[in-house]
């Protein structure tokens, strides 16, 4: 289980958690990091001063390395990549943007900088900005999404960049690890199965409704607007496709997620909240603590490998 992502980021397994906006807090990014893989702080729209108390929170139940995710479009994302720095974080993902106006500031304090891309040609430019690695992220994934599969993306940013790449979208078990590497991946970033670990802090409904979906709950509002997010479909999801079918304005369809994933991950509420997550759900059924978790992906990645060996011996 040893890459040239573990070798770049200091940690045992290449297994990296995503910066999920309301679920990947310090409780969760720490049990990654002390379980072997990289945590992540997702900042979303958060501000820099709850970021910067999530660092303090992690530093003092961790010494594995951990990052921040920051959304580039956050209002406060200039402050936010300046606490990165001051706190001595050194691995930062981006998303929502170009994080180049911020590559010297980061280089010049030793951090690794991992954008999410969707595209080839978005890797490339990642590339030419400095990037350490980049994710290429499949539309299986939860959350905002891009347009091309992980098994079609994956392979072509690898061929197309000398960085190396970590794989993401609808990889929620061993299979799915070993397909990422032989995709030609050095690593893999896994969200939706960890919403549901027991060190996360999301609200049980959010919980139970990942762990009781099926391969067909899973859906894609917003394509429209040009904004695709990818959701477990409920009254929200119902709604919002009918009135984009309609010819819904965009002002419309904006009012019908506002605050959305909030209301489902804090409150609850996943009948009319945003319950993002991958395609990949319908195969989550179990509830592990991180540890266990990861244990259980390099134990039966390592036994999946060996055994294609053979088969191929």
Not at 93 to 103: F, H, L, R, S, V
Request: aromatic share 4%.
């Amino acid at each position: 289980m040893k890459t040239e992502i573990t070798t770049l980021l200091g940690i045992q397994y290449p297994i990296i958690q995503g910066g999920m906006a309301w679920v990947a807090d310090y409780h969760l990014a720490v049990a990654v990091s002390n379980a072997g893989g990289l945590g992540i702080i997702g900042a979303g729209g958060a501000p820099a001063s709850w970021v910067r108390e999530q660092i303090i929170e992690a530093k003092k139940l961790t010494d594995k390395p951990f990052g921040v995710n920051i959304m580039l479009m956050n209002p406060e994302a200039d402050e936010i990549a300046k606490v990165v720095v001051e706190e001595g974080v050194k691995v930062v993902t981006t998303g929502a943007g170009n994080p180049g106006k911020y590559m010297e500031m980061w280089k010049a304090a030793d951090v690794k900088v991992i954008p999410v891309v969707a595209s080839v040609a978005l890797a490339k430019m990642m590339e030419r900005a400095g990037a350490s690695a980049v994710v290429a992220e499949g539309c299986e994934s939860g959350g905002h999404i891009g347009e091309t599969t992980t098994m079609a993306l994956v392979p072509q940013v690898v061929d197309a960049v000398h960085i190396p790449v970590i794989a993401a979208g609808g990889i929620a078990d061993a299979r799915g690890i070993c397909a990422a590497f032989m995709l030609g991946a050095k690593a893999v970033q896994m969200g939706t199965v960890f919403v549901v670990t027991k060190e996360s802090q999301v609200h049980e409904n959010y919980k139970k409704k990942v762990l009781k979906a099926s391969d067909i709950d899973s859906r894609v509002t917003g394509r429209s607007t040009g904004h695709p997010v990818r959701t477990l479909r409920n009254k929200n999801t119902n709604e919002y496709l009918r009135l984009e079918k309609e010819g819904a304005s965009f002002e419309e369809l904006e009012k019908l997620t506002l605050g959305g994933l909030r209301r489902a991950v804090v409150e609850g509420d996943v009948d009319t909240g945003s319950v993002m997550a991958g395609q990949i759900a319908g195969l989550i059924k179990e509830e592990y603590s991180c540890e266990e978790m990861i244990q259980k992906f390099v134990k039966e990645t390592t036994e999946l490998m060996d055994a294609g060996r053979s088969y191929i011996e």
